[in-house]
């Protein structure tokens, strides 16, 4: 009786201890190697490399939760931008600033990079149909499953939008029009005028 009641005790001691938990301190982490990520946190930093050295399942002979980049500033793990600088994607392109009310603008300066290459409109093809295929249909007739319930989907074969450019679509798919809403933010620019190419192809 009395050796089981001490046990308790003990234990009821650790998992309280366990609980002082706040700020910087995550409490008892049960299974820690579940909590501190191999990859490099972006967030957090952890500099002391013999943080967690009892855990030790990695091989590189540091602690568990060292988490830092050596070959950055401070053992950064992710970089502040250099300042005054404006990143550009891997095509080298600035970000899209043309605001959405200026799609006539967009229009008629705005020029499709990439030539009707076979593996260019095949790529827009699968972007088409992956974004767009459920509201305008596979033939871009304003047909898809999403115009079966809702009015009001464009039928891109129309007289109304047969002769829109490449960089009307681009501005359209960016900053979405009326009804239909932005896709911007889950079409890469360069996805957008791949899909723009092979909307030109369907309207033919
Ligand atoms: C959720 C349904 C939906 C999706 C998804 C969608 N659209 Fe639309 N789209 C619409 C509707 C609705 C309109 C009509 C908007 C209006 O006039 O109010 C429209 C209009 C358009 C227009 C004509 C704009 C104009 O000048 O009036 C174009 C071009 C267009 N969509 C292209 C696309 C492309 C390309 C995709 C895929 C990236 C796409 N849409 C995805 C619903 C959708």
Not at 38 to 58: C, K
Not at 75 to 104: C, E, F
Not at 146 to 165: E, F, H, P, S
Request: net charge positive.
């Amino acid at each position: 009786m009395r050796k089981s009641f001490i046990i308790i005790l003990f234990a009821g001691g650790i998992i309280l201890a366990g609980c002082k938990a706040g700020g910087d301190n995550p409490g008892l982490e049960y299974a820690p190697n579940m909590y501190h990520s191999v990859a490099y946190e972006p967030l957090s930093q952890i500099t002391d490399e013999d943080a967690g050295a009892w855990v030790n399942s990695l091989d590189n002979g540091r602690g568990e939760y060292y988490n830092s980049n050596k070959y950055n500033p401070h053992g950064m793990n992710m970089r502040a931008p250099a300042p005054n600088t404006v990143a550009r994607n891997k095509h080298h392109w600035l970000p899209y600033r043309l605001p959405k009310d200026s799609l006539v603008i967009a229009s008629a300066v705005l020029k499709n990079p990439f030539d009707s290459t076979k593996a260019v409109l095949a790529e827009g093809k699968v972007l088409y149909e992956m974004y767009c295929k459920h509201c305008h249909g596979a033939k871009a007739e304003g047909d898809g499953l999403v115009a079966d319930k809702y009015a009001g989907v464009a039928n891109l074969k129309g007289d109304a939008y047969k002769n829109i450019t490449e960089g009307h679509i681009f501005h359209v798919i960016t900053h979405g029009k009326g009804l239909m809403t932005a896709h911007g933010s889950q079409v890469l620019p360069e996805e957008r005028w791949k899909i723009a190419k092979y909307v030109k192809t369907l309207q033919k």
